[in-house]
């Protein structure tokens, strides 16, 4: 029998509603939902696929454990007596900081990955986190923790009402978007050039989106916090600070000047390979906007300045007053935010509160960098245990992480490791235990992550679209279960987690003076909540709590779980909106200019301005039709474009004797890899590129598409030295490299 249901893509981060056809319990199609309050119908390649990616062969269908070194297929319960049994030990005996914890980025695309690996970490009590946001935003999340005391206050671009939008190191063609979350990236950018506004693209390639710009500048990569800071000082130089009604909100703009005075256009002008002039005129424009936003991602963050560029994306946005405006960069209010807390002084944002082993690198947001995984598993020292067992939830450190090789080995010589995904991989094929997920149509579908980052207030949930399949368990189970069994609770009623954060969260609802349900007895209302299942009753008390929430019946009118169900295209909730000072928890209340962490990395950007390596240097690039690392075994998504490349200039190919479609070897200061040349004109002289999420030959896998055309893993050029200090985060972008035309 075939039938539709509603499902939001979880593919990539603009959360597209999809209508899935569906022929007993196969997905047979896809097509985007024109009544989605938020997509109204867009859908790219990758949501078209959602059948292939959903069915594929590939996936895991039971849990394996590892007998006699082999991994073989398990039942449920084996496998949690094995997990149970290979990490307590290793608690007990070494102590929970000798147990890591690794979260990859699909942990933000499921209802699973937001509820339940924060219970996990609170529960274990480890400081061994590491999680894929170090190889991505860890720097903007530390901007955002100094400018406004909150590291997940990160501004908007309002795309579908400004005037002028100046985009960084993105490429919203390909990626569909990142911390920007617009289903249709590419027709939102049309309709503001349609409305006669202005896309300025920087990026060292010319890519699909800086070939709909109004101006491409081709910077030299690694040097956008040097262009930006020239822009802010030419905004000061020439009178046009304008923080308008940002004004009262806003402390040490003096400080600020003072502090940026030498980065002039002239002096970054030979760094950047940018012009002078164009700077100025960058500046001016964007001053002269009636309303603009500054957006950056990838290719700012994941460099050695990347919180500084990340901060200065920000200040820009601060001096010429579009911070907090219509048509400028917003918070978004989603439907699952606490209860938000009147303006006022907060507790600021700590860094560094503790420090890795080996090389004592400062934690951020609770994490230690992913690049810093492997030395801290392979490196005795005098201080403290090594991590001897690992628990991975959706994360391919060794295609995502710098020297996949030596992680590799160092994952080999663990005492445990389990990993929840739903494929046998370059990582997972190293744990003694694999929890699979079921595919994405058996499971339920909530945006709890990119809501917070959406270009319109709105919210949405999909129940799962088909029933799970027998020996399957929903991923919210496997993660209650895995929490209890690396606990030394195993065996207890998995129920009893979801209870258990209820419990706690609205125990603290009825204390807090500003929570609508302040002075109510928590069982009372526990007892309203409504959902099938825990992650239900969990997302209706978030809803209810929150914003737009019924406050559970002070607002009778307000959000709840039923009203969402009522709603299956969703609900709209509004534009952007001002909301400062609300989101500040800043000590002083205030937007705090130029932190002190910021400040004292300043020498080190202005040491920048003479550099100017001789050499080639490396940027990546995303395809379309994939995504990081773990679709290249759906046939339907592979070939054409979407290939394991090097892009090299015209100019460096001549110089260097490669042809179009030899080989080549690249080497960098963790390896080499060998990859076919593709001579193009879309990347500027002295960059080449290689995408990432590759190099899928390694032994004892399940991946027997993506082996077939495995690309090489461009991770392995790097040694994971090179990192930007204040955030941890991996320098993946504008690494140098040596090339030879291979015979
Ligand atoms: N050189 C270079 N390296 C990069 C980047 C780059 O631009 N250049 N980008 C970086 C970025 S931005 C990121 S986010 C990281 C990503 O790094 P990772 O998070 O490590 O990698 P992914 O490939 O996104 O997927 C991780 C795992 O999730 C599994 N998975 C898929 N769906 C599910 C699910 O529903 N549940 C569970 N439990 N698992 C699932 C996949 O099988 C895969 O093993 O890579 C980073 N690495
Ligand atoms: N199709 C597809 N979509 C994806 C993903 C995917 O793998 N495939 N991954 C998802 C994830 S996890 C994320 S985080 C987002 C990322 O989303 P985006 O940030 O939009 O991702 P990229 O396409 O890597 O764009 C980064 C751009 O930065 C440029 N760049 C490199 N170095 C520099 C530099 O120093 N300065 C400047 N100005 N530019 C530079 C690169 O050439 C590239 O075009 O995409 C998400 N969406
Ligand atoms: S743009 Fe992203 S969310 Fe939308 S259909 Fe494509 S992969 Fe899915
Ligand atoms: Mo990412």
Redesign the pocket.
């Known amino acids: 029998m075939s039938r539709t249901a509603l499902r939001i ?8 509603g ?1 209508t899935l056809s569906i022929e007993g319990t196969r997905v047979t199609g896809a097509r ?1 939902d024109r009544e989605d309050v938020f ?1 109204k119908g ?7 696929c ?1 059948g292939a990616v959903d069915g594929d062969p590939d996936r895991l269908c039971t849990p394996l454990v590892r007998v006699d070194g082999r991994l073989r297929e398990a039942s449920w319960q084996e496998a949690f007596d094995a997990v149970a049994a290979g990490l307590r030990p290793v608690v007990e005996r070494y102590g929970a900081d000798s147990v890591g914890v690794v979260l990859g980025n699909p942990n933000v695309h499921t209802v699973a990955g937001a509820l339940y690996p924060q219970v996990l970490l609170a529960a274990l009590r480890t400081r061994s986190l590491f999680t894929a946001s170090t190889v991505d935003q860890m720097p903007k999340h530390v901007s955002s923790g100094l400018l406004f005391g909150d590291a997940n206050a990160i501004p908007v671009p309002d795309l579908d009402h400004t005037g002028h939008l100046l985009l960084i190191g993105a490429n919203p063609l390909e990626s ?1 978007g990142s911390l920007c979350t617009a ?1 249709d990236f590419p027709g939102r950018l049309k309709a503001l050039r349609a409305r006669g506004g202005r896309l300025i693209v920087v990026d060292p390639r010319r890519t699909r989106t800086a070939k709909l710009a109004d101006r491409h500048l081709a910077i030299r990569p690694g040097t956008d916090a040097l262009l930006l800071a020239a822009m802010v000082t030419v905004l000061f130089e020439e009178g046009l600070t304008d923080l308008g009604h940002l004004a009262p909100h806003v402390r040490d703009v003096d400080e600020l000047r003072e502090a940026v005075r030498d980065f002039t256009p002239e002096a970054v002008a030979g760094a950047c390979d940018v012009d002078a002039d164009v700077i100025r005129t960058l500046a001016r424009e964007l001053a002269a906007a009636p309303t603009a936003a500054v957006y950056a991602r990838i290719g700012s963050c994941t460099v050695p300045h990347g919180t500084l560029a990340s901060w200065l994306v920000d200040v820009l946005n601060i001096l010429t007053g579009n911070l907090d405006r219509p048509g400028g960069a917003l918070f978004p209010q989603a439907a699952t935010d606490r209860t938000p807390r009147p303006a006022g002084p907060g507790h600021g944002f700590a860094l560094g509160r503790w420090r890795s082993r080996v090389r004592h690198l400062p934690e951020a947001k609770g994490e230690l960098p992913l690049s810093a995984l492997a030395e801290e598993i392979d490196t005795p020292t005098d201080e403290g245990e090594p991590v001897r067992a690992l628990i991975a939830v959706a994360a391919n450190p060794v295609l995502s992480a710098p020297d996949g090789d030596r992680l590799d080995r160092a994952l080999d010589s663990l005492d445990f490791m389990v990993s929840v995904d739903p494929y046998l991989n370059e990582t997972s094929r190293h744990a003694h235990v694999v929890l699979p997920p079921p595919p994405p149509s058996q499971s339920p579908h909530h945006d709890f992550a990119f809501n917070t980052l959406a270009v319109r207030n709105q919210v949405r949930y999909s129940r799962a679209a088909v029933p799970l399949e027998p020996g399957r368990m929903a991923e919210s189970e496997i993660l209650a279960r895995l929490i209890l069994a690396a606990t030394g609770m195993h065996g207890t009623d998995p129920g009893a987690v979801d209870a258990m954060v209820i419990d706690r969260t609205l125990g603290k609802a009825v204390r807090d003076e500003n929570s609508p349900v302040h002075g109510r007895a928590p069982e009372e209302l526990a007892a309203r909540l409504t959902g099938d299942t825990g992650p239900e009753r969990r997302l209706d008390m978030m809803l209810r709590l929150g914003p737009y929430g019924d406050g559970f019946g002070a607002r009778p009118d307000g959000l709840t779980l039923a009203e969402l169900l009522a709603h299956p295209h969703g609900i709209d909730l509004g534009p952007l909106r001002p909301r400062l000072p609300q989101p500040l928890k800043t000590r002083s209340g205030k937007v705090e200019l130029l932190p002190g962490p910021i400040a004292a990395d300043l020498p080190r950007l202005r040491q920048a301005l003479g550099e100017r390596p001789e050499g080639l240097v490396l940027v990546g690039r995303r395809h379309l039709r994939s995504n990081n690392s773990w679709m290249h075994n759906v046939p339907a998504l592979t070939g054409g474009s979407n290939r394991c490349t090097l892009h090299i200039h015209p100019e460096d190919a001549a110089r260097l004797g490669v042809r179009d479609g030899a080989d080549v070897r690249v080497k960098g200061a963790g390896g080499e890899v060998v990859a076919p040349a593709e001579v193009t004109d879309g990347v500027r002289p002295g960059v080449v590129s290689l995408p990432h999420g590759w190099g899928h030959d390694r032994p004892g896998t399940r991946l027997s598409h993506a082996a077939s055309g495995p690309g090489v893993n461009v991770n392995q050029l790097l040694d994971g030295s090179m990192l930007d200090p204040l955030s941890g985060n991996a320098v993946l972008n504008g690494i140098p490299v040596q090339l030879t035309a291979s015979l």
Do not use: V
């Open positions: 893509c979880p593919l990539c981060e603009a959360t597209c999809l985007g997509s867009f859908i790219c390649p990758k949501g078209a959602f569909n289903p």
